[in-house]
T-cell receptor, first 115, second 115 residues
Framework: NAGVTQTPKFRILKIGQSMTLQCAQD?????MYWYRQDPGMGLKLIYY???????DKGEVPNGYNVSRSTTEDFPLRLELAAPSQTSVYFC??????????????FGQGTRLTVV | SQKIEQNSEALNIQEGKTATLTCNYT??????LQWYRQDPGRGPVFLLL?????KEKRKERLKVTFDTTLKQSLFHITASQPADSATYLC??????????????FGKGTKLSVIP
């Protein structure tokens, strides 16, 4: 199993540009998440999904969009990049809450800089 | 508002001693609590989970306690080794807002084990 795979690993965007961060998992997990992590700060939840076609906002959703058309993929879209979106983005997946094993598996992260 | 606090940003400890990290929370009724390890430039890795009806969990040199009255979890690493040096994150799963359960992370404690 590859686990959770994120692409790209690094990206520099100009203000106002758009991009999609890709996330794929091969563990057949229902739940998937997007977090951002700023220096010295904890992980902040952007969006999450409990299954294909079902998504919900987290703590910091503004400026982002998501879709979940398959169990495996959960892309994160930035429409108009702003310097405040400079961060490290982590995708994660898990079995449903209430399952015996609910640990979250994380990808390696995407380091995004908006200039 | 809900808040998760990890007692210190950094903790230095001598090799062989027991490291104790603290996680406190307010305005929260978590169903369970998890601890993760994060190394520089990498995604968090799950270590232990403890449920609200459990007092203590152990795994090899790791021990977690959960006191829902004090709203506190303690994470212990016994016989610490330099390889244990990393940032440790506390995460709570609970009701974030009406109808939305989320996994929320603290800022982390950076542990340095000195040989």
């Amino acid at each position: 199993n590859a686990g959770v795979t994120q692409t790209p690993k690094f990206r520099i965007l100009k203000i106002g540009q758009s991009m999609t961060l890709q996330c794929a998992q091969d563990m057949n997990h229902n739940y998937m998440y997007w977090y951002r992590q700023d220096p010295g700060m904890g992980l902040k939840l952007i969006y999450y999904s409990v299954g294909a076609g079902i998504t919900d906002k987290g703590e910091v959703p503004n400026g982002y969009n998501v879709s979940r058309s398959t169990t495996e993929d959960f892309p994160l879209r930035l429409e108009l990049a702003a310097p405040s979106q400079t961060s490290v983005y982590f995708c994660a997946s898990s079995y449903p809450w209430g399952s015996e094993n609910t640990e979250a598996f994380f990808g390696q992260g995407t380091r995004l800089t908006v200039v | 508002s809900q808040k998760i606090e990890q007692n210190s940003e950094a903790l230095n400890i001598q090799e062989g001693k027991t490291a104790t990290l603290t996680c406190n929370y307010t305005n929260y009724s978590p169903a369970y609590l998890q601890w993760y390890r994060q190394d520089p430039g990498r995604g968090p890795v799950f270590l232990l989970l403890i449920r609200e009806n459990e007092k203590e969990k152990r795994k090899e040199r790791l021990k977690v306690t959960f006191d829902t009255t004090l709203k506190q979890s303690l994470f212990h690493i016994t016989a610490s080794q330099p390889a244990d040096s990393a940032t440790y994150l506390c995460a709570l799963f609970g009701l974030f807002r009406a109808g939305s359960y989320q996994l929320t992370f603290g800022k982390g404690t950076k542990l340095s084990v000195i040989p």
